[in-house]
């Protein structure tokens, strides 16, 4: 009895090692749980897929075009007069028809052609037309900045060619060739050209 006693003793005192190296502690304890890493939220902005390319044909400069004279005469009145100085728009913008009858009511360079009738620098036919679409010669735009910068002035001897005065001008001050084509019509490189040297002159 007293060797059954000593016997149930000692394995009361070695169970608790047989049970640790029966069940190890990677068994025994549950598994560590693996923490993810967060994932970041992206801050992209997701746009919308491109369009396919598309040339800007209009802002292309195509210094051989020759211009309109409604394209010419906002393109001197633009350059070379102040917001402020401008035809004032006593006349609503639903009215620029009424510079010429051939001006459309809406014209977006109806106050440009308002300025530079008011300033002398252009006026409409006897027929009260303005004719916007018809080109500009090189006489014509001639007289024009002749006039913008105070180089000559109209003549007094109506037999005497109505151009003459302008060109020899324009001439003098280097802003025209003495061998230019005065019925060709203007392009916007020696438009350019003419009012970048005239423009020099002033400073």
Not at 2 to 21: H, K
Not at 61 to 78: L, P
Not at 158 to 183: C, F, I, M, R
């Amino acid at each position: 009895m007293r060797s059954l006693i000593s016997s149930l003793l000692a394995l009361s005192l070695l169970a608790p090692n047989a049970a640790l190296a029966y069940f190890p502690r990677d068994v025994m304890l549950p598994a560590p749980v693996p923490v993810a890493a967060p994932v970041p939220v992206s801050a992209e902005i997701v746009l919308p897929p491109q369009l396919d390319a598309i040339e800007p044909v209009a802002f292309v400069w195509n210094g051989s075009q020759t211009m309109t004279r409604s394209t010419f005469v906002a393109a001197v009145v633009r350059r070379l007069y102040k917001p402020s100085e401008r035809c004032f728009p006593k006349l609503s913008m639903s009215d620029y028809s009424l510079l010429a009858r051939d001006v459309p009511k809406d014209a977006s360079y109806g106050i440009d052609l308002c300025t530079a009738m008011r300033s002398g620098l252009m006026k409409g036919y006897s027929d009260n037309t303005f004719r916007p679409n018809a080109r500009v010669t090189v006489a014509e735009a001639a007289k024009v900045l002749a006039k913008a910068f105070h180089l000559a002035t109209d003549p007094t001897d109506p037999t005497e060619p109505w151009a003459d005065p302008y060109v020899e001008a324009l001439v003098q001050a280097g802003a025209l060739s003495a061998h230019a084509n005065l019925k060709a019509p203007i392009t916007r490189q020696d438009f350019s050209a003419m009012l970048w040297r005239l423009r020099g002159l002033q400073k």
